[in-house]
Protein backbone atom coordinates (compact mmCIF):
# COMPACT_ATOMS: atom_id res chain seq x y z
CA UNK A 1 0.00 0.00 0.00
CA UNK A 2 2.63 2.18 1.01
CA UNK A 3 4.72 1.71 -2.09
CA UNK A 4 1.50 2.34 -4.18
CA UNK A 5 0.94 5.21 -2.88
CA UNK A 6 4.87 6.30 -3.58
CA UNK A 7 4.33 5.18 -7.45
CA UNK A 8 1.23 7.63 -7.17
CA UNK A 9 2.90 10.31 -5.70
CA UNK A 10 6.11 9.67 -7.87
CA UNK A 11 3.58 9.03 -10.91
CA UNK A 12 2.06 12.65 -9.88
CA UNK A 13 5.38 14.30 -9.58
CA UNK A 14 6.74 13.51 -12.99
CA UNK A 15 3.77 14.89 -14.52
CA UNK A 16 3.62 17.80 -12.64
CA UNK A 17 7.25 18.33 -14.09
CA UNK A 18 5.82 17.37 -17.53
CA UNK A 19 3.40 19.91 -16.99
CA UNK A 20 5.87 22.66 -16.12
CA UNK A 21 8.12 21.70 -18.94
CA UNK A 22 5.06 21.81 -21.61
CA UNK A 23 4.41 25.94 -21.10
CA UNK A 24 7.65 27.21 -20.31
CA UNK A 25 8.04 29.36 -22.68
CA UNK A 26 5.45 32.02 -22.13
CA UNK A 27 4.61 32.34 -18.59
CA UNK A 28 0.45 32.24 -18.70
CA UNK A 29 -0.64 35.75 -17.78
CA UNK A 30 -1.77 36.05 -13.53
CA UNK A 31 -4.13 38.82 -14.37
CA UNK A 32 -6.60 39.92 -17.00
CA UNK A 33 -3.75 41.90 -18.56
CA UNK A 34 -0.61 42.80 -18.09
CA UNK A 35 0.23 46.09 -20.84
CA UNK A 36 4.16 46.94 -20.98
CA UNK A 37 5.76 49.74 -19.76
CA UNK A 38 9.42 50.63 -20.44
CA UNK A 39 11.04 50.87 -16.76
CA UNK A 40 11.84 54.59 -16.28
CA UNK A 41 15.10 54.30 -14.70
CA UNK A 42 16.61 51.10 -16.06
CA UNK A 43 16.96 49.69 -12.90
CA UNK A 44 15.18 46.76 -12.56
CA UNK A 45 14.02 43.94 -14.77
CA UNK A 46 11.81 41.19 -14.95
CA UNK A 47 11.16 38.35 -16.83
CA UNK A 48 9.27 40.34 -19.62
CA UNK A 49 7.74 43.66 -19.18
CA UNK A 50 6.78 45.58 -15.72
CA UNK A 51 2.78 46.30 -16.47
CA UNK A 52 1.09 49.28 -16.68
CA UNK A 53 -1.33 50.64 -13.64
CA UNK A 54 -4.25 48.96 -14.61
CA UNK A 55 -6.64 51.99 -14.24
CA UNK A 56 -4.58 53.61 -16.83
CA UNK A 57 -4.74 50.42 -19.96
CA UNK A 58 -7.09 51.51 -22.63
CA UNK A 59 -8.14 50.21 -25.86
CA UNK A 60 -4.87 51.94 -27.90
CA UNK A 61 -2.55 49.59 -25.21
CA UNK A 62 -4.18 46.14 -27.30
CA UNK A 63 -4.37 48.32 -30.85
CA UNK A 64 -2.08 47.94 -33.72
CA UNK A 65 -3.15 49.88 -37.09
CA UNK A 66 -1.52 49.10 -40.66
CA UNK A 67 -1.14 45.33 -41.39
CA UNK A 68 -2.75 46.19 -44.33
CA UNK A 69 -0.06 48.17 -45.61
CA UNK A 70 2.34 46.45 -47.63
CA UNK A 71 6.40 47.00 -46.52
CA UNK A 72 8.59 48.04 -48.65
CA UNK A 73 10.63 44.99 -50.33
CA UNK A 74 13.23 47.09 -52.02
CA UNK A 75 16.28 45.63 -50.22
CA UNK A 76 19.41 43.01 -51.05
CA UNK A 77 16.44 39.71 -50.06
CA UNK A 78 13.77 41.48 -51.27
CA UNK A 79 11.34 40.87 -48.91
CA UNK A 80 9.90 42.70 -45.57
CA UNK A 81 8.72 41.83 -42.06
CA UNK A 82 6.22 44.12 -40.20
CA UNK A 83 6.04 42.82 -37.10
CA UNK A 84 3.59 43.22 -33.95
CA UNK A 85 4.96 41.81 -30.72
CA UNK A 86 5.29 43.58 -27.11
CA UNK A 87 7.15 45.90 -28.27
CA UNK A 88 4.67 47.84 -30.32
CA UNK A 89 1.37 46.46 -28.66
CA UNK A 90 2.18 46.74 -25.34
CA UNK A 91 -0.87 45.15 -24.22
CA UNK A 92 0.63 41.56 -25.33
CA UNK A 93 2.55 41.53 -22.45
CA UNK A 94 2.41 38.11 -20.92
CA UNK A 95 -0.40 36.84 -23.26
CA UNK A 96 2.47 34.50 -25.06
CA UNK A 97 1.12 35.54 -28.77
CA UNK A 98 2.11 37.94 -31.52
CA UNK A 99 1.80 38.32 -35.61
CA UNK A 100 3.90 39.56 -38.49
CA UNK A 101 3.12 40.28 -42.35
CA UNK A 102 5.93 39.53 -44.48
CA UNK A 103 5.81 40.97 -48.20
CA UNK A 104 7.89 39.81 -50.55
CA UNK A 105 8.71 40.76 -54.04
CA UNK A 106 8.66 38.84 -57.11
CA UNK A 107 11.80 36.09 -56.16
CA UNK A 108 11.98 37.92 -53.16
CA UNK A 109 13.07 35.72 -49.97
CA UNK A 110 12.91 35.86 -46.05
CA UNK A 111 15.93 33.96 -45.55
CA UNK A 112 17.27 31.12 -43.47
CA UNK A 113 16.54 32.44 -40.11
CA UNK A 114 14.91 31.12 -36.23
CA UNK A 115 13.08 32.04 -33.82
CA UNK A 116 14.30 31.24 -30.36
CA UNK A 117 11.38 31.89 -28.16
CA UNK A 118 8.47 30.41 -30.61
CA UNK A 119 7.22 28.07 -33.64
CA UNK A 120 5.16 30.08 -36.57
CA UNK A 121 2.28 29.18 -37.93
CA UNK A 122 2.21 30.63 -41.42
CA UNK A 123 -0.41 31.14 -44.14
CA UNK A 124 -0.35 32.57 -47.42
CA UNK A 125 -2.95 35.42 -48.45
CA UNK A 126 -1.33 36.15 -51.76
CA UNK A 127 1.34 34.54 -54.12
CA UNK A 128 3.32 31.06 -54.34
CA UNK A 129 5.88 30.31 -51.37
CA UNK A 130 8.41 27.70 -51.58
CA UNK A 131 9.31 27.29 -47.97
CA UNK A 132 11.19 24.79 -45.66
CA UNK A 133 12.86 24.02 -42.29
CA UNK A 134 15.72 21.48 -41.39
CA UNK A 135 15.55 19.80 -38.36
CA UNK A 136 18.01 19.49 -35.74
CA UNK A 137 21.61 16.94 -35.93
CA UNK A 138 20.12 14.64 -33.90
CA UNK A 139 17.22 14.39 -36.10
CA UNK A 140 19.78 14.25 -38.73
CA UNK A 141 18.99 17.82 -40.47
CA UNK A 142 16.21 16.78 -42.53
CA UNK A 143 14.84 19.36 -44.72
CA UNK A 144 10.78 19.21 -44.85
CA UNK A 145 9.08 21.23 -47.58
CA UNK A 146 6.50 22.55 -49.26
CA UNK A 147 5.62 25.25 -52.07
CA UNK A 148 2.22 26.82 -50.39
CA UNK A 149 -0.45 28.79 -52.51
CA UNK A 150 -3.03 31.27 -51.70
CA UNK A 151 -4.87 29.84 -48.58
CA UNK A 152 -2.19 27.24 -47.12
CA UNK A 153 -1.02 27.07 -44.46
CA UNK A 154 2.63 25.55 -43.00
CA UNK A 155 4.01 25.73 -39.05
CA UNK A 156 7.67 26.08 -38.48
CA UNK A 157 8.59 24.63 -34.89
CA UNK A 158 10.15 26.12 -32.80
CA UNK A 159 14.45 26.28 -33.22
CA UNK A 160 14.37 25.19 -36.18
CA UNK A 161 16.08 26.90 -39.17
CA UNK A 162 13.42 27.97 -41.86
CA UNK A 163 13.00 30.34 -44.87
CA UNK A 164 10.34 31.55 -47.49
CA UNK A 165 10.81 32.15 -51.25
CA UNK A 166 8.74 33.46 -53.87
CA UNK A 167 8.84 31.65 -56.67
CA UNK A 168 5.84 33.82 -58.34
CA UNK A 169 6.71 36.90 -60.71
CA UNK A 170 3.70 38.68 -58.83
CA UNK A 171 4.07 39.94 -55.03
CA UNK A 172 3.43 37.45 -52.51
CA UNK A 173 1.61 38.16 -49.08
CA UNK A 174 1.75 36.04 -45.93
CA UNK A 175 0.91 36.54 -42.06
CA UNK A 176 2.92 34.28 -39.35
CA UNK A 177 1.34 33.44 -35.70
CA UNK A 178 3.74 33.24 -33.02
CA UNK A 179 3.09 31.61 -29.54
CA UNK A 180 4.99 34.18 -27.93
CA UNK A 181 4.96 37.87 -26.88
CA UNK A 182 8.34 38.22 -28.35
CA UNK A 183 9.54 35.66 -30.30
CA UNK A 184 12.96 37.13 -31.36
CA UNK A 185 14.71 36.37 -34.87
CA UNK A 186 18.47 35.55 -35.70
CA UNK A 187 18.70 35.78 -39.60
CA UNK A 188 21.26 33.10 -40.00
CA UNK A 189 23.87 34.65 -42.60
CA UNK A 190 23.52 38.51 -40.64
CA UNK A 191 24.22 36.62 -37.43
CA UNK A 192 27.51 34.39 -38.11
CA UNK A 193 29.01 36.68 -40.95
CA UNK A 194 27.30 39.72 -40.07
CA UNK A 195 28.13 39.92 -35.83
CA UNK A 196 29.38 42.89 -34.18
CA UNK A 197 32.82 42.04 -33.93
CA UNK A 198 33.66 40.25 -36.45
CA UNK A 199 33.78 36.44 -35.93
CA UNK A 200 37.81 35.64 -36.36
CA UNK A 201 37.16 34.47 -39.99
CA UNK A 202 39.95 31.53 -38.94
CA UNK A 203 36.95 29.88 -37.01
CA UNK A 204 34.72 30.67 -39.69
CA UNK A 205 36.61 29.47 -42.59
CA UNK A 206 36.75 25.64 -40.84
CA UNK A 207 33.65 25.51 -39.76
CA UNK A 208 32.30 26.38 -43.33
CA UNK A 209 35.19 24.49 -45.14
CA UNK A 210 36.13 27.70 -47.30
CA UNK A 211 39.13 29.73 -47.50
CA UNK A 212 39.92 32.73 -45.14
CA UNK A 213 39.36 35.44 -48.04
CA UNK A 214 35.77 33.74 -48.96
CA UNK A 215 35.07 34.25 -45.68
CA UNK A 216 36.30 37.59 -45.51
CA UNK A 217 34.36 38.54 -48.46
CA UNK A 218 30.85 37.27 -46.89
CA UNK A 219 32.01 39.25 -43.94
CA UNK A 220 32.44 42.46 -45.82
CA UNK A 221 28.70 41.74 -47.53
CA UNK A 222 27.63 41.24 -44.33
CA UNK A 223 29.13 44.77 -42.75
CA UNK A 224 30.83 42.92 -39.93
CA UNK A 225 34.41 44.58 -40.83
CA UNK A 226 32.70 47.57 -40.59
CA UNK A 227 31.98 46.70 -37.00
C1 LIG B 1 10.15 47.69 -44.42
O1 LIG B 1 9.13 48.57 -44.81
C2 LIG B 1 9.03 49.74 -44.01
C3 LIG B 1 7.79 50.49 -44.45
O2 LIG B 1 7.80 50.71 -45.85
C4 LIG B 1 10.31 50.52 -44.12
O3 LIG B 1 10.25 51.66 -43.28
C5 LIG B 1 11.49 49.65 -43.71
O4 LIG B 1 12.70 50.34 -43.91
C6 LIG B 1 11.50 48.37 -44.52
N1 LIG B 1 12.53 47.48 -44.00
C7 LIG B 1 13.45 46.91 -44.79
C8 LIG B 1 14.40 45.98 -44.10
O5 LIG B 1 13.51 47.07 -45.99
Known sequence: MKTATAHFLSALAVLALATYIACAYDPGPLQDFCVAIDDPKDILFVNG?????????????????????????????????????????????????????????????????????????????EGTLYVGFVS?????????????????????????????????????????AFGSQNPGVITIANAVFGSNPPINPDVLAKAFQLDKNEIEYLQKRFGALNK
Do not use: W
Open 136 to 176: SNQDGNRFFTKVLYKGDAFVFPIGMIHFQFNIGKTPAVAFA
Open 49 to 125: RFCKNPKLVSADDFFFSGLNIPGNTDNAVGSNVTAVNVDNMRGLNTLGVSIARIDYAPYGQNPPHTHPRSSELLVVL
